[in-house]
T-cell receptor, first 110, second 113 residues
């Protein structure tokens, strides 16, 4: 089957580091994506992993382990504006569908 | 220079009505999608078109009919609207390069009364 799991909610403090985990099960794998979605807005692309390892982009990094079906999104030097939902999505190689997790709602506190 | 645009942004209508949502992308992408995001924020694929051809058709009631007049446009028509159709509908597009990153439109919030 196809399944993506993420924590529902996380809370962190401004200036801190937070790691949002994502585990997945799909019939085929063709890339993992992280999106940020602020309340009432569209999802916006953050990162993409298709090979194992870490991809760094400014304050955001994303890690992938295909053998473990696991990814995380690391946010450093948290800012209030980082309060949003973070969606993990996997592209299924067999169906070419993007399967989204339910998202992790991150609250950054002052 | 909006990348993916949708109209209308808000749609409030009565049960049983028929309505359409329009989507346009100016990114030159080949593939377009419709997603439904429910009240629990779960984003679920409904349809996908590649160069005007339907390639993904999830288990969606046949009251929903997508139409792609050209590869820059993908419209969604909904017949006989039901209360359960209330949700935010997102259009997205992608190109067959580096992982096919999807770019989302601003969403259409549909409320069926």
């Amino acid at each position: 089957g196809q399944n993506i799991d993420q924590p529902t909610e996380m809370t962190a403090t401004e200036g801190a580091i937070v790691q949002i985990n994502c585990t997945y099960q799909t019939s085929g794998f063709n890339g993992l994506f992280w999106y940020q979605q602020h309340a009432g807005e569209a999802p916006t692309f953050l990162s993409y992993n298709v090979l194992d390892g870490l991809e760094e982009k400014g304050r955001f990094s994303s890690f992938l382990s295909r053998s473990k079906g696991y990814s995380y999104l690391l946010l450093k030097e948290l800012q209030m504006k980082d309060s949003a939902s973070y969606l993990c999505a996997v592209r299924d190689a067999g169906t070419y569908k993007y399967i989204f997790g339910t998202g992790t709602r991150l609250k950054v506190l002052a | 220079d909006t990348a993916v645009s949708q109209t209308p942004k808000y749609l409030v209508t009565q049960m049983g009505n028929d309505k359409s949502i329009k989507c346009e992308q100016n990114l030159g992408h080949d593939t377009m999608y419709w997603y439904k995001q429910d009240s629990k924020k779960f984003l679920k694929i409904m349809f996908s078109y590649n160069n005007k051809e339907l390639i993904i058709n999830e288990t969606v009631p046949n009251r929903f009919s997508p139409k792609s007049p050209d590869k820059a446009h993908l419209n969604l028509h909904i017949n006989s609207l039901e209360l359960g159709d209330s949700a935010v509908y997102f259009c997205a597009s992608s190109q067959e390069v580096r992982g096919n990153t999807q770019y989302f439109g601003p969403g259409t919030r549909l409320t069926v009364l």
